[in-house]
C-alpha cells in the first residue's frame, strides 16, 4: 500500500509517540505495582507481629477463650482472610479463617509475585524473653492491591490514548498545511506527460506565490517545463522526418524480409533433410554393427536356451515321478483313515511303494533336482542379460542425456563384443574408478562398439585388446588399445572421412569412426588415435566432466 507524504507524517508521528506512551505506560504501572506490592508486605508483617504480641499472654496463660476471642476479632478485618495461633509443639490453639482458607497447608510467602492463590501467607514467633512459644500464621487477600494497580494501569492507559489522539490531530494539521504546495507540485508533475501528449504545456506550470522554500521548487519545475516545451518542439520536427524515413525502409525492409523467409523455408528443408540422412547413416552404422555381433550373440544366447531345454524335459520326467508319489501316498492316507482292518492293504501300499522308490532312485532324483534348477536359473539370468545388454545398443538413435557410470557403459560392450572379438585375441579391461556424467548411453555404448570391433578385425591370431577407463585433470579418458597390424600415416589421416574404409568391399560402411568422431563432438569431447605399423592402435575418447573424485584401479581379465 502505498501512503502520501502527510499519512506518513501522521503515522510516524503516531508511532514514535505511541512507543514512548506505552514506556512510559508500562514504567508507570511497574512503579505502582511495586510500591503497593511493598507496602502490602509491610502491612503484613506488622500486622503478624502485633497479633503475635496481642496473643502472646494469653499463650502464655492457656486461655483458648481470649485466643478465640482475639483470632475471631482479626479476622474481621476486610483484608484477612484467616488467622491461626499454633503452639511450640506445633499443635493450633485457635484459628479462624473466611472462604474455606484453612483447608490448605501454610507456605510463608517472599514476594507478592510468589503468591499463586490471592492470598499472602506471613508468620511471625510469639517470643517471651528469647524462648520462643509458639507462632502466628496470618493470610492477607492481595485482591484489593491487584485492583488498584488494574485501576492504576486503565488510568494511565487512557491518559496515553488521550494524548496519542491529540497527537494525530496534531500532526494531521500540520501535514495537511506542509503538504498543499507539495499536492499542487504533484498534480503538475502528473500533467506533463499529458503536456507532451497535446503540446500545451500552459497548464503544466506551478503558480509561484509564496517566499519560502517550496517557491524556489516551483520556480525549477517550471523552467524545467518551459525546457521540456523547447525539446518537445524539436522532438516532434525530428519525430515528422523519421516517420517519412520509415515509411521508406519499411518498405524495402517488407521486400527483403519476403527474400529471407524464402531463402530460410530452403535452409529448413536443407536442415531437415541432412538431419534425416545423418540417422539413416546412424542407423545404417548400427544396424552393421548388429550384423556383426549377431552370431556371436546367437551363440552366447543358444548355449543356455540349450541345456534349459534339456533341463525342463528331465525336470517333467521328475515331476511325473513325484505325482506318482503323491497319488500312492493319498491312497495310503484314505485306506489307514477308514478302519483299522486294512492291515494287508496297507502293508502291501507300502511296499509298493518302497519299490517303486526304489525303481525310481528318489535320492538321486532330490539332489538332481536342485542342480537342474541352478543351472536353469543361470541361463534363464544369462539370457536376460544378454538381451538386456541389446536393448541398451539400440538406444543410440535417442537423444536422451542421463547420469551414468562410463564404466558400466564399457561393461555393456564388452558382453556385447566379447564373442566376437575372443575369435582371434583376449578382452582385457583395465577399470579405474570415475566420476559420473552426462551421457548419450547408447550412442557412447555405439562408439566404444566399433572401436573395440575394429580392433579385433585389425588382429589376425593371439592378439590382445584392452580397454582402459581414467581421470585425468579434471576428464573421464577412455583408451581401446589392440596388438593388430596398425595404420601408416596416410591412413591414420583419413580414417574419420566418412565411407573410408580399409576392409575388403563389402565387409563395411565407412562410416564407423566418422559416426563416432560426431557422437564425440556432440558429448564435447575428443577421440584421437595414435598407431605404429607391426605393434598396433590406441584410440584415446576424452570425455569433460566438472567434478573430481579420488582414483582407484582394478584390473581384471575379462
Known amino acids: 500500500m502505498r501512503l502520501s507524504l502527510k499519512a506518513k507524517t501522521i503515522l510516524g508521528t503516531a508511532l514514535i509517540q505511541g512507543a514512548l506512551l506505552l514506556m512510559l505506560v508500562f514504567i508507570v504501572t511497574k512503579f505502582m505495582a511495586d510500591i503497593a506490592n511493598e507496602n502490602l508486605i509491610k502491612r503484613a508483617q506488622i500486622t503478624a507481629k502485633l497479633f503475635a504480641t496481642t496473643v502472646k499472654n494469653s499463650v502464655l496463660s492457656d486461655d483458648l477463650i481470649s485466643l478465640d476471642s482475639i483470632v475471631t476479632e482479626v479476622v474481621n478485618n476486610p483484608d484477612i482472610v484467616y488467622a491461626r495461633v499454633v503452639n511450640e509443639s506445633g499443635d493450633e490453639v485457635a484459628k479462624a479463617s473466611r472462604m474455606g482458607a484453612l483447608t490448605r497447608s501454610f507456605k510463608a510467602d517472599i514476594k507478592v509475585s510468589d503468591v499463586d492463590d490471592g492470598v499472602f501467607d506471613v508468620t511471625s514467633q510469639i517470643i517471651e524473653d528469647t524462648v520462643v512459644f509458639g507462632h502466628v500464621e496470618i493470610g492477607i487477600s492481595t485482591t484489593q492491591v491487584q485492583r488498584s494497580i488494574a485501576s492504576i494501569t486503565r488510568l494511565t492507559a487512557g491518559i496515553a490514548l488521550f494524548e496519542m489522539l491529540l497527537v494525530a490531530l496534531f500532526s494531521l494539521f500540520l501535514g495537511s498545511y506542509l503538504t498543499t504546495q507539495l499536492s499542487v507540485l504533484r498534480n503538475s508533475a502528473r500533467n506533463i506527460t499529458k503536456a507532451i501528449d497535446s503540446g500545451k504545456f500552459d497548464f503544466a506550470r506551478v503558480p509561484e506565490d509564496s517566499l519560502d522554500e517550496l517557491a524556489e521548487v516551483a520556480s525549477a519545475f517550471n523552467s524545467l517545463v518551459q525546457n521540456l516545451e523547447v525539446e518537445h518542439q524539436g522532438t516532434q520536427s525530428f519525430q ?35 538431419k534425416l540422412a545423418q540417422q539413416q547413416l546412424l542407423q545404417a552404422e548400427k544396424m552393421a554393427s548388429v550384423g556383426q555381433l549377431a552370431a556371436g550373440l546367437a551363440h552366447e544366447i543358444n548355449n543356455p536356451i540349450g541345456f534349459i531345454n534339456s533341463n525342463v524335459s528331465c525336470l517333467r520326467n521328475y515331476i511325473e515321478v513325484y505325482i506318482q508319489i503323491c497319488n500312492r501316498t493319498k491312497a495310503l492316507l484314505a485306506l ?170 563389402g565387409e563395411g560402411t565407412g562410416l564407423g569412426l566418422s559416426i563416432s568422431f560426431d557422437i564425440m563432438r556432440e558429448h564435447g569431447g575428443l577421440i584421437n588415435v595414435s598407431s605404429q605399423m607391426g605393434r598396433g592402435t590406441t584410440f584415446t575418447l576424452i570425455l569433460p566432466i566438472k567434478d573430481t573424485v579420488e582414483s582407484k584401479v582394478n584390473y581384471v581379465r575379462y
Open 240 to 274: 515528422n522526418a523519421l516517420q517519412r524515413l520509415n515509411r521508406a525502409l519499411e518498405a524495402k525492409v517488407a521486400k527483403r524480409t519476403e527474400q529471407i523467409e524464402l531463402q530460410n523455408r530452403e535452409l529448413k528443408q536443407i536442415n531437415n533433410d541432412l
Open 336 to 505: 489307514s483313515s477308514e478302519s483299522t482292518s486294512y492291515h494287508e492293504d496297507e502293508a502291501r501300499l507300502i511296499k509298493d511303494m518302497a519299490s517303486y522308490l526304489k525303481d525310481q532312485d528318489i535320492d538321486f532324483i532330490n539332489d538332481d533336482v536342485k542342480g537342474l534348477l541352478k543351472d536353469t536359473d543361470d541361463g534363464l539370468k544369462r539370457v536376460i542379460e544378454i538381451v538386456k545388454n541389446m536393448k541398451m545398443f539400440s538406444r543410440a538413435d535417442s537423444d536422451t542425456m542421463q547420469l551414468v557410470d562410463v564404466n558400466q557403459c564399457i561393461l555393456t560392450t564388452a558382453k556385447m563384443v566379447k564373442s566376437k572379438v575372443e575369435q582371434n585375441a583376449e578382452l582385457f579391461l583395465d577399470l579405474h574408478d570415475v566420476p559420473q556424467t552426462f551421457l548419450n548411453v547408447g550412442k557412447i555404448n555405439q562408439v566404444l562398439t566399433n572401436l573395440v570391433m575394429n580392433a579385433g578385425q585389425a588382429i589376425e591370431s593371439n592378439g590382445k585388446v584392452t580397454i582402459e577407463s581414467k581421470f585425468v585433470d579434471g576428464q573421464i579418458e577412455i583408451k581401446v588399445i589392440d596388438t593388430g597390424s596398425g595404420m601408416d600415416e596416410k591412413t591414420l589421416k583419413s580414417i574419420f572421412n566418412p565411407f573410408f574404409t580399409t576392409k575388403p568391399e
